[in-house]
């Protein structure tokens, strides 16, 4: 299985922000990855497809870039709707891995 | 627009069969080459991936439930399914399924209990 890590678990921001999150895979899945918004109680919401292509109607304050193993997602100028937990999903593999979720709260 | 519907019992007892369908309304489940997957969120807890099948009927599965894990496709109904064997108490979720990666069913809450 390939492991995706990432960090930190909790980040405390305040409105404005510019706000990065990482996630590390145990091995190279090229540009195989994809970041989710979760809000309490919601399916996740793509963000970002193959590392930093932004999915449709996504906020162009969002960003994504890496490849490999060595993965980043950005928000610029965070807003008060992007409070919510993130999370990273590689899909290179058939056996696809969920980083463990990155909660993004009000400072 | 893509929409999916999950649907199945709530309440299962341990050491049963947990069965779960997905409706796919607005696309066909025949068309294009997407995957059709199953994931789950244990109460409070991030997302484990279960597994995902194409509408050829090959499946993939999670090693860690693939012994339990099986998949299936209904192209004529345009659904897909998911069955989970010996269900315990740690198998209570919620339980999405999704056409990879940015369409989700709104997810159904699980529990396994006696």
């Known amino acids: 299985d390939i492991q995706m890590t990432q960090s930190p678990s909790t980040l405390s921001a305040s409105v404005g922000d510019r706000v990065t999150i990482t996630c590390r895979a145990s091995?190279?899945?090229?540009?195989?990855l994809a970041w989710y918004q979760q809000k309490p109680g919601k399916a996740p919401k793509l963000l970002i497809y193959k590392a930093s292509s932004l999915e449709s109607g996504v906020p162009s304050r969002f960003s994504g870039s890496g490849s490999g193993t060595e993965f980043t997602l950005t928000i610029n100028s965070l807003q008060p709707d992007d409070f919510a937990t993130y999370y990273c999903q590689q899909y290179h593999s058939d056996s696809r891995t969920f980083g463990q979720g990155t909660k993004v709260e009000i400072k | 627009q893509v929409q999916l519907q999950e649907s199945g019992p709530r309440l299962v007892k341990p050491s049963q069969t947990l069965s779960l369908t997905c409706t796919v309304s607005g696309g066909s489940i025949s068309s294009g080459g997407y995957s059709w997957c199953w994931i789950r969120q244990h109460p409070g807890k991030g997302l484990e991936w279960i597994g995902y099948?194409?509408?050829?009927?090959?499946?993939f599965y999670n090693p860690s439930l693939k012994s339990r894990v099986s998949l299936s496709v209904d192209t004529s109904k345009n659904q897909f399914s998911l069955r989970l064997n010996s269900v315990t108490v740690a198998d209570t979720a919620v339980y999405y399924c999704a056409r990879e990666l940015n369409y989700w069913g709104q997810g159904t809450l699980v529990t396994v209990s006696s």
């Open positions: 091995q190279s899945i090229s540009s195989w």
């Open positions: 099948i194409y509408n050829s009927g090959n499946a």
